[in-house]
C-alpha cells in the first residue's frame, strides 16, 4: 500500500499501472496526453512506451498481448483522430474477450461540450465497445477510476476506456492518495454435484461423442487430452484453440467451419452427443441438428446462448473437465472414433501431397510445409486474416507453438501487431507473423516500430496481388471478380528501406535457401513469398456453392475465353 500525496496525476496513474503489473504500453504521443507521456518518460525503465506509427496498431498489439497472456494490454491515444484509430483494435479485443485499457485524451476540461478543436464525443463513441466507459471530470476521481477501469477490463475479460481531460493529467492530488496493490481476484465457480452426475449419465449413454474445444481451453491442454482419450471422443477445435493440443494428436480432427476437415464436418454431423467446452462457436449450419448437448463454459451466460444444450456446466474448463474425468467410466474401445481417426490420415495424407509439391509457381501449402522446418518448440505464431487463415489453419501443423489472430471481430492487418505484441510479451521465444499482402499493407507502416525497439520478428507475406478471401467469395456467389487485384508490390524492398532485412522469393528453388537464410537473421525480417493465386476451398462443399461456382466458371469463360480448372477438380472431390 502506497501513499502519495502533493503528485502530479499522471505520476500516480503511473505508479498505479506498475503497480497492476504494466511494463509497456502501445500508443502516439500528443497534445492531450502529452502531460501522461511525459510521467511515463520518468519511469521508462519500470513501463515503456512504444511508440507506434497508428494507433490502430497500438490497439491490435494490446489485444494480441491480452490475448496471448491473459494479463492486461494497454494503449493511449489522444483526443479526436488518435482515439477514433483504437477502435479496431478494441472491438477486436471485445470480439476475443481479451483484458485491454485505453487511456484516452480529450480537450481541456473547461472546453468540453463546446466543439472544441479535436474534440468528439468519446463516452457516446466508445459505448458499445466498452465495458467500462468513463470520463473523469476532476483529478481526484482518477485513481479510482483507474483501478475501477482495470478491475472491470479482467473481469468482464473486455475493454475500459477511461477518457482524461488533458488538462487533469498535470493537475496535484491535494488529498493522500491510497494506492492499493494490483491484485484482481477472480471468483471461482464451479457446477454442482448433480449438474456433474446429469452430464456423466449422459457421456456414458452415448454412442458417438465429440468435443469442440475452444479459446477457453487455452489453460487445460492437458485436461482436455485426458477427458478425450477417457471416454474415446474425438476433438475439434475453433480457430482460436488451434495450439491448445498438437495437430497431429491422434484425436484431433482439425478445425471446424468454413475453414475446417472434412472429417470434422462429417464426424459433427454424425454425432450424438456434442460437448462443447470453452467456446461460442456460432455457425449453426456446421453443428449437429438437434443432438443431446453438454456445455462448459466459465461464464453462466454464455451456456446456451448459441447451441441448445441439456446440461450447462458453469466452470473453468481445467477444473471441470478434471472433475468429470474422475467422476465418468472411461471406455476402452469406439468405432466412431477409429472411423475418424482413419478419415483424419487420409485428409492429412492429401494435404502432405499439397504441401511437399516442388512445383512452380509456389502456392501456399508448400510455403507452410518450409516454416515447419523453421518452428522452434514453444514459438508463437502471429496469423492474419483472408486467405492466409485457411492456409495456417489447414496446413501449418502446430506441435507445441502458441497461435493468436483476430478469430470473432476478424480485422485484416491483425498479423503484423500479434508478432510485435508476441515479441514484447516472450522476448526469448521464436514469433513468426504469416500475413497475406492485403493484410499487411493496411499496417506495413508498423514494419519499422519492430525494427525501431530491435524486435527480431520474422514476418512472411503470402504475396498474390490480390484480396484472395474476397475474389474467391464473389466466385462462389456465382460473381465475376472486381475490384480485387492488387498492384505487385516488393515488400521485401520495403522492409530494406525500414532498417531491417527483405528476402523475395518468387520459385520452388529459391524457397528453401532463404527461408534458411532469414531465420537465421537476429534483426527483423520480411520474407516476401511471391504465390500463384489459389481457392482456400472448404473442407466440405456444399452442392449450392459447387453450384454458384460453375456459374462463375461459365461467365468467367464467356467474358475473357479463360476456362481454368484445377481448383473445380478439387472442389468436385469434396463434394461428397
Request: proline share 5%; charged share 25%; net charge negative.
Amino acid at each position: 500500500m502506497i501513499w502519495m500525496f502533493n503528485k502530479r496525476t499522471g505520476e500516480v496513474m503511473t505508479q498505479q499501472l506498475i503497480n497492476w503489473g504494466v511494463d509497456h504500453i502501445y500508443g502516439m504521443p500528443g497534445d492531450s496526453i502529452n502531460e501522461l507521456i511525459d510521467d511515463l518518460r520518468k519511469r521508462q525503465d519500470e513501463i515503456e512506451f512504444i511508440q507506434v506509427r497508428h494507433e490502430e496498431t497500438g490497439a491490435l498489439s494490446a489485444a494480441a498481448y491480452a490475448k496471448l497472456t491473459g494479463k492486461l494490454g494497454v494503449t493511449a491515444a489522444i483526443a479526436g483522430p488518435g482515439a477514433v484509430h483504437l477502435l479496431n483494435g478494441l472491438y477486436d479485443a471485445k470480439a476475443d474477450s481479451a483484458p485491454v485499457l485505453a487511456i484516452v485524451g480529450q480537450v481541456h476540461s473547461e472546453e468540453v461540450g463546446t466543439g472544441a478543436f479535436q474534440e468528439i464525443n468519446l463516452e457516446r463513441m466508445f459505448d458499445d465497445v466498452a465495458v467500462f466507459n468513463r470520463r473523469a471530470e476532476t483529478e481526484a476521481q482518477l485513481p479510482d477510476l483507474l483501478d475501477q477501469a482495470i478491475k472491470e477490463a479482467y473481469a468482464h475479460k473486455g475493454v475500459s476506456v477511461l477518457i482524461v481531460p488533458d488538462d487533469l493529467f498535470a493537475a496535484k492530488q491535494t488529498d493522500e492518495v491510497r494506492l492499493t496493490s494490483g491484485d484482481y481476484y477472480r471468483p471461482e465457480i464451479f457446477p454442482s454435484q448433480n449438474q456433474l452426475n446429469e452430464a456423466r449419465e449422459m457421456i456414458e449413454k452415448a454412442e458417438k461423442p465429440i468435443i469442440l474445444a475452444g479459446q477457453g481451453t487455452r489453460n487445460a491442454p492437458n485436461e482436455l487430452i485426458d477427458f478425450a482419450e477417457s471416454i474415446k471422443a474425438p476433438i475439434i477445435l475453433s480457430l482460436l484453440a488451434k495450439g491448445v493440443i498438437p495437430d497431429n494428436h491422434p484425436y484431433c480432427l482439425g478445425q471446424h467451419g468454413q475453414i475446417g476437415t472434412k472429417p470434422a464436418y462429417h464426424a459433427m454431423k454424425e454425432t450424438d452427443l456434442l460437448i462443447l467446452v470453452g467456446t461460442q462457436f456460432p455457425y449453426r449450419d456446421f453443428l449437429p441438428d438437434e443432438v443431446t448437448a453438454i456445455q462448459i463454459d466459465n461464464k453462466p451466460e454464455n451456456l446456451g446462448k448459441y447451441y441448445p444444450i441439456e446440461v450447462g456446466l458453469a466452470g473453468d474448463s481445467k477444473e471441470t473437465l478434471a472433475a468429470l474425468t474422475k467422476l465418468t467410466a472411461s471406455v476402452e474401445k469406439r468405432e466412431y472414433l477409429e472411423y475418424y481417426q482413419e478419415k483424419m490420415n487420409d485428409w492429412r495424407i492429401a494435404l502432405q501431397e499439397e504441401k511437399r509439391s516442388t512445383e512452380n509457381p509456389l502456392h501456399a501449402p508448400q510455403v507452410m510445409y518450409e516454416l515447419e522446418k523453421h518452428m522452434e518448440p514453444g514459438a508463437i505464431i502471429s496469423g492474419d486474416v483472408g486467405n492466409v487463415t485457411v492456409w495456417l489453419s489447414r496446413f501449418l501443423h502446430l506441435v507445441n507453438q502458441k497461435f493468436v489472430l483476430s478469430g470473432w471481430l476478424a480485422t485484416m492487418g491483425s498479423g503484423l501487431p500479434g508478432a510485435i505484441a508476441a515479441k514484447k510479451a516472450y522476448p526469448d521465444k521464436q514469433v513468426i507473423g504469416v500475413s497475406g499482402d492485403g493484410g499487411f499493407s493496411m499496417v506495413m507502416h508498423d514494419f519499422v516500430t519492430a525494427v525501431k525497439y530491435d524486435l527480431p520478428i520474422k514476418m512472411i507475406v503470402l504475396n498474390n496481388s490480390k484480396i484472395g478471401m474476397i475474389k474467391y467469395e464473389q466466385e462462389q456467389m456465382g460473381h465475376l471478380n472486381y475490384a480485387t487485384n492488387l498492384g505487385e508490390v516488393d515488400f521485401a524492398k520495403f522492409a530494406e528501406a525500414c532498417g531491417g532485412e527483405g528476402y523475395r522469393i518468387e520459385s520452388y528453388e529459391e524457397l528453401s535457401t532463404k527461408m534458411k537464410q532469414a531465420f537465421v537473421s537476429e534483426k527483423p525480417v520480411l520474407i516476401d513469398v511471391v504465390i500463384e493465386d489459389q481457392a482456400p476451398l472448404p473442407g466440405k462443399i456444399d452442392y449450392q456453392s459447387a453450384v454458384n461456382f460453375s456459374k462463375y466458371i461459365v461467365k468467367e469463360f464467356f467474358e475473357s475465353g479463360n476456362l481454368d480448372l484445377p481448383d473445380m477438380k478439387k472442389a468436385l472431390k469434396r463434394l461428397t
